[in-house]
């Protein structure tokens, strides 16, 4: 699909900077503030906003305090909050605070599933299986990404083969939306149409493709284009490039909703979102952290809106 074809199209930008923005950082952030980061995104047009993780709070103590996150969230016409879970202990903390909308992983290699899951892969295969039954049984969205999907910082390349096994295991319970995750940012365009391909193959009329990709080595953003090329409809970004994975050594954040924001609107997807309002959040943020966050756009100057650009 060229760049032409994609003018006009509309993506969903999920804001995921509460969640797996915080989740590696040094910077530990007060219930309060992370509230007012929740806000800053709903105010620059997120319409999903990723907040928490139900996660044993010593593995990631960074989202210790989740319930009391959900329990401050304002309530905004039009805007979903999501948290991840990762087992049904989770789910079950998730859906007492009161979670709508919840994310769950399957991972594509063992020794990155026992790390993060406790479990090996077909073990992850069998807890989605009964969270996204349970989640819909209490009428909440259950989501489901597909961890190292382009490869593993323990065992190295995921073939397209153990992806499409993977896939073929979770679709006996179909999610909302599929992600598929470049989770120590590995991936180039080439890989990403040619897993997206296998990915639609595979789902049933109904679910929504989804991508998550983190910015290791500069090609998130090529990434994420080639992903709207193969049929991507929702998209994870991180305000400001911040984040990481805390079970993948030296991993990197998410790429930058800022920098998502302008790639989409210089090839003419529409994005929903304010990108001066994003652009003083991202700034907002820098402060909060003392440093200068990763997002190139944030920085940049000295060349015209897209919309004046011929």
């Known amino acids: 699909m060229s760049v032409d074809t994609m003018a006009d199209r509309q993506v969903t930008i999920v804001e995921v900077a509460p969640r797996d923005g915080l989740q590696n950082e040094k910077v530990s952030l007060s219930t309060d503030q992370k509230l007012e980061l929740v806000g ?7 319409r999903n906003v990723e907040v928490t993780s139900f996660v044993h709070p010593k593995k990631v103590p960074a989202m210790a305090d989740a319930e009391d996150v959900v329990r401050g969230l304002p309530d905004v016409d039009g805007v979903t909050y999501s948290a991840l879970v990762l087992n049904e202990r989770g789910l079950d903390r998730a859906l007492s605070a009161g979670v709508s909308e919840i994310n769950a992983v399957v991972h594509c290699t063992d020794t990155f599933s026992n790390r993060n899951q406790g479990t090996d892969v077909d073990g992850g295969v069998a807890i989605w299986h009964r969270i ?48 598929l995750a470049d989770t120590i940012g590995v991936a180039v365009p080439a890989d990403v149409r040619e897993r997206f391909a296998v990915a639609a193959a595979l789902i049933p009329s109904g679910v929504a493709l989804r991508a998550h990709f983190h910015d290791t080595r500069a090609c998130g953003i090529g990434n994420a284009l080639a992903a709207v090329e193969s049929g991507v409809t929702v998209l994870d970004a991180s305000l400001g490039g911040i984040g990481g994975c805390p079970f993948a050594p030296n991993a990197t954040g998410n790429i930058a909703t800022d920098d998502l924001a302008y790639a989409l609107d210089r090839t003419g997807v529409g994005h929903g979102l304010d990108t001066d309002r994003l652009r003083e959040a991202g700034h907002w943020l820098e402060d909060l952290f003392g440093r200068r966050l990763p997002s190139s756009v944030l920085h940049a100057g000295g060349f015209p809106e897209p919309s004046v650009v011929g």
């Open 40 to 46: 800053r995104a709903v105010g620059f047009g997120a």
């Open 132 to 179: 996204a039954r349970t989640a819909r049984d209490a009428g909440v969205t259950a989501n489901l990404t597909i961890a190292v999907a382009f490869g593993c910082p323990f065992e190295g390349e995921v073939s397209v083969d153990r992806l499409r096994s993977v896939l073929e295991g979770v679709m006996v319970e179909p999610p909302t939306e599929l992600s």
